[in-house]
């Protein structure tokens, strides 16, 4: 939670540089408190399992959060129960009226297509659109993160000549930042993917700011704050055995699966892997989870129009 102190105080300023929540008095006596309203669009096979993953991250702070599941409104998932996906899910089309501080949208197992060629994408930029009325702050994850790039920006996504598997280490590009509050300088995130961006790319486009990045996994997390979007493309949220099911699926599958990389124990598929990167997802989805307390505004009719002159009050 934000500490509140007098704005010119001349901690304000040093502590917001180390990255501590701060928040002046002026601000902090027009904050109210009411539920965050935080929708999941879930593309991926697996719902139960990505949607607990979720939660799990953004339900560790001691802000009450009200998480709506949703998921595209004609594609219909293969793996997922007819009756999970009944009771708990609602289409983007009985949404779209609503107002959410925030939306996750995960990632698909679709990298292979061109992005017109899935076909649900007319209504998923419909989404992206979507967000910029009626969603406070969003987080885009691993396919859904180069979608929005592409879309908002025109950054292409690149195919790897073989998958990207493993525990890489990454580096804070942007201490200050204030989805980084409290991270290590170096850390561990899972990857888990058959494309890129490329940083020559994205530093090239005016208003793109990497956050997070790796030698080997290249960006990580991307903020392009005009469009109030972050672009993971990376997987804190990952369960501690979530790339060994993937690994074993892919050799089950017949592919030319490589061991993920510097994940099991002595890379030995046969050893549990153990997880090095759980607090940095919650710090992570935590700290976005506290942005958007400070910034969105108290009526829910105003997120969109007056979300980003509030996140600029935040932020200057």
């Known amino acids: 939670m934000p500490i509140t102190i007098p704005e010119n105080l001349p901690a304000f300023d040093i502590l917001r540089e180390e990255g501590v929540m701060v928040m002046s008095e002026s601000r902090a006596s027009r904050q109210d408190i009411r539920p965050l309203q935080i929708g999941l669009l879930n593309l991926m096979p697996k719902k139960i399992q990505t949607e607990t993953q979720f939660a799990r991250v953004i339900g560790a702070t001691p802000l009450q959060i009200e998480l709506a599941l949703i998921r595209m409104s004609d594609h219909q998932s293969k793996n997922a129960p007819a009756g999970h996906m009944d009771a708990f899910y609602r289409p983007f089309r009985e949404v779209r009226s609503l107002k959410f501080d925030g939306l996750i949208i995960t990632g698909a197992p679709i990298e292979h297509l061109d992005f017109p060629d899935v076909n649900y994408w007319d209504e998923f930029v419909e989404v992206l659109d979507w967000t910029q009325t009626h969603v406070h702050s969003t987080v885009a994850v691993c396919w859904a993160g180069m979608a929005a790039l592409n879309h908002f ?53 005016p208003g793109l700011e990497i ?22 493309f990376n997987h804190l949220e990952y369960d501690s055995d979530t790339l060994r099911q993937e690994y074993e699926r892919d050799v089950a599958a017949g592919t030319s699966a490589q061991v993920p990389v510097s994940y099991f124990p002595d890379d030995d598929p046969a050893r549990p892997p153990g997880n090095r990167w759980r607090s940095h997802g919650h710090l992570l989805y935590g700290n976005w989870i506290n942005q958007i307390y400070q910034t969105a505004p108290f009526n829910p009719s105003q997120i969109g129009a007056a979300s980003t002159a509030a996140s600029a009050e935040v932020a200057g």
């Open 211 to 232: 956050l997070i990045a790796s030698a080997m996994a290249g960006p990580c997390l991307i903020e392009d704050s005009a469009h109030r979007v972050l672009c993971m």
């Open 153 to 205: 920006r025109g950054i292409r996504k690149h195919m790897l000549t073989e998958k990207l598997s493993g525990c890489y280490r990454h580096r804070v590009e942007a201490p200050s930042s204030p989805f980084l509050r409290g991270f290590s300088d170096e850390f561990v995130v899972p990857v888990s993917r058959w494309t890129e961006v490329r940083e020559p790319e994205v530093t090239a486009t």
